[in-house]
Every structure is written in C-alpha cells, then in structure tokens.
C-alpha cells in the first residue's frame, strides 16, 4: 500500500469525515495516491488491435494533433502531481497533529494528577509548629483547563480543514479535483495512443520511416510516448526539406479522333481519353480512365513518388458565350492499402471527392473564383478513376450528352520529393 493512501487510512481510523476513502490492503488504492499515468495497460488495451480509429494518409495532421494530445497530457500530469504533493502535505499533517494532540491530551492528565502533589495545591502559605497553613487553591484545574481548551480548539481547526478536503466543489477536495484530472488525462492519452497507431502507419507506407509504437507498459508510459512522438515528429521534418508542391492541370480527351489507345498523343501527354470515347461515355456522364507512372516521368515534366493533396474539375464548351452553368460532378479516386501490421488485414482506403459547381473554364479566369477545390491526402494518383457528371447541369437548361460539354479539364494539387 502506497503512503499516500496510508495516510487517508489513519486518518479514517480517527475521524468518519474521510472514511470514504480508507482501503484495505489489496484493494485499489483510491486514484490520488498514485500517479496519473499508472494504469496505461488497462486504459489502452482496447485500442491496441488492428483495427485504426484515424485514417493513416492524413498522417501529418495526425502527428501534429498527437503532439497536442500528448502536450496536455503533460500538463495535466504536472496539475496532478502538484495536486499530490499538496494532498500528502495537508494529509500528513493532519495525522502528525492528531498523535501529538493525543500525547499532549495524556501528558495535561498526567500533570493534572501529580503536579498538584509534587508543587502543592496551598496558596498564602505559612509554617506553624512544622505544619504548613493556608488555603487550598483551584490554580492546578484551571491550568488544566485551559490547556484543555488550546488541544480541543486546535482539534476542532484541524476537523474544520478536514471537513474542507471531503467537501464537494471546494478548492481544498483534492480528491475530487485529482479525479477530474484523470478523467480529462485518460481521454487525451486514448487519444493521444490512437493518433500514434495511425501514425505510425502513414509514416512507414508514406515516408518510409519504419518506427513502431512504443508497447504498452503500465507505468511511465506517458513518457515513453511522448518521446516516440518527438522521435518520429523529427524525423518527418527532416523528409519535409525535399518535399515539394504543385498545381497540374489536364484535359480528359487530347482531341484526337478515332486514334487507338496506343497511338502517340498529339501532345507531350500520354493520352487518357480520345475525343471518341469521350464522347461515348459522355452519353450516360461515366469518364473511366487510368493514370500511370509514365503520366509523371515525361522528359520534360518529372514529379517523383507523386502523391494528391487536392482536386478541382472543370468544364471546356465549345461556345463560350453560353450561360453560366454548374454541373455537379463525383470523383472516384484510385484506392490506397496499406499494411497495419504483418499477416493483419490492410487498411483500405476508397477516396470519393464532390465537386458541386463544376462550371465553364471560360466563366473561371481566376480558377479559385468558384470554391471547387477539394482536399484529398496522400492518395496516390496513379491507378483507376472514375468521374460522374449529372445528366443534366444545376438549373437543368444543359445536357451533360451534349456539345455543351467538350472536354473536362482535371486540376490537381501534387506533392512529391525533389530529385
């Protein structure tokens, strides 16, 4: 049994107002008499299995908040333990009290009965004939009495800061303020453990940077966690020096005619849609088509381990002069796997992205006129897409089946590492 809850256990051996608080050997010791962060075991087993609470592609917001997580865990911690000291303090000293309130109680009856004896009890005392004459005194009782009255007050001040530390609500319950605490400490450090998982999952299928959570240990594991989240908090700033960002756009069909999927572009792109199959499958509004590694690794435009950050669609017409029109459009993009753990299933993403005002590259000379831009996090672009234009435009003046619509222009915001 800890001092702590030794002391608590004294004091309700005196008094009943903390009895509430005394614990037999054995038993859980109540929450202030030990440290806030024991218990990580059962607090985070749960959470420990396969399964991920967070997506593991958005693992640089992950990183940040399980820096924010852990921060006020260590704040709370430090409150806790401030928390403690004071409660041991003001415990401690309420037993030391009452035991030397109990001796000072016995040594006022000891003098009591025998300092009368020893000093005498006469005043205006005179010798006659060898007897001692004079009138017996009431000095020794009413010193008693009053040394009586000092113990009893000092008692009653220390049953009134008793009474305060079992009060509910007051500043001096530092039982109720330590629970508190823990219950604000306990949900950041789920949290805070649920961020790490996930991270550390992003940060080996992302960035290559292989380093597992700390496993769980009953005690200190605050502190172990906090230095595994600088570690690897590090260790991305490092991979975000050769980390680069930029804006591609691209039209869906090159304009050619009739040219088989493995003619040569007419530009320097590889071809995606020719304007036949673009028009084909403008009919039901499904535009199926792929992107691969040599979409990126042109002579003259080379973007290495390309990753999406975001995506913008819009519409080419071939009258300019036609009102303004909006379509809403849906983006499927190429799924994303990746491994949690060996011989564990992956966790698969299937990003799906709403543009709801996809409008006339005409009427959008300032391409951030219409809020269309849409975050995705390091998916991967290369793979199988599937854009889903309505049949018909926002005010349904426009078919999607028509010339209105004579290309699709994609915009993409891409990260991705410099050579």
Not at 45 to 60: A, D, F, H, Q
Request: some cysteine; charged content about 25%.
């Amino acid at each position: 049994m800890n001092t702590i809850q030794k002391t608590f256990n004294e004091l309700a051996l005196n008094t009943d107002i903390l009895s509430n608080l005394s614990v037999n050997e054995g038993e859980t010791p109540i929450p202030i008499s030990e440290p806030i962060d024991t218990g990580a075991q059962q607090l985070l087993g749960n959470y420990s299995n396969t399964w991920l609470t967070y997506p593991p592609n958005e693992v640089e917001y992950l990183v940040q908040t399980l820096n924010e997580h852990l921060e006020n865990c260590l704040e709370i911690r430090q409150k806790a333990q401030d928390l403690e000291i004071m409660a041991f303090k003001e415990t401690s000293e309420q037993v030391l009290q009452r035991k030397i309130s109990a001796i000072l109680m016995e040594q006022l009856h000891l003098f009591k009965d025998n300092e009368p004896k020893l000093l005498g009890n006469i005043v205006n005392a005179n010798i006659d004939n060898n007897h001692i004459n004079g009138s017996n005194s009431d000095y020794w009782q009413k010193l008693f009495d009053k040394q009586q009255q000092q113990l009893e007050l000092r008692l009653a001040d220390a049953n009134n800061k008793l009474e305060r530390l079992a009060e509910n609500g007051s500043g001096n319950n530092f039982v109720e303020r330590f629970d508190f605490l823990k219950n604000l400490f306990e949900k950041d450090m789920i949290e805070a453990y649920c961020r790490a998982r996930a991270a550390a999952v992003g940060l080996k299928n992302i960035y290559k940077i292989d380093q597992a959570v700390p496993n769980i240990t009953d005690n200190g594991y605050l502190d172990k966690l906090v230095l595994w989240a600088r570690d690897v908090t590090y260790k991305l700033e490092k991979k975000f020096f050769n980390i680069r960002e930029t804006t591609i756009a691209f039209a869906l069909n090159d304009g050619s005619t009739g040219a088989p999927a493995a003619a040569a572009p007419v530009f320097d792109a590889p071809r995606i849609i020719t304007l036949d199959a673009f028009k084909n499958s403008r009919t039901n509004g499904r535009f199926d088509f792929s992107i691969d590694e040599a979409f990126f690794d042109r002579p003259n435009f080379k973007l290495n381990k390309a990753r999406l950050k975001g995506l913008d669609i819009h519409i080419i017409s071939k009258d300019d002069k036609q009102p303004h029109e909006f379509w809403r459009v849906t983006a499927k993009l190429p799924s994303l796997k990746m491994e949690i753990a060996p011989g564990a299933p992956q966790h698969h993403y299937e990003p799906k992205l709403f543009i709801p005002m996809a409008t006339y590259f005409a009427h959008c000379p300032d391409l951030n006129a219409v809020p269309n831009h849409r975050e995705v996090n390091n998916v991967s672009p290369l793979g199988d897409w599937t854009l889903h234009i309505e049949k018909r435009s926002l005010s349904s003046k426009s078919e999607t089946n028509s010339d209105v619509i004579d290309n699709i222009i994609i915009r993409m915001r891409i990260a991705y590492e410099k050579e």
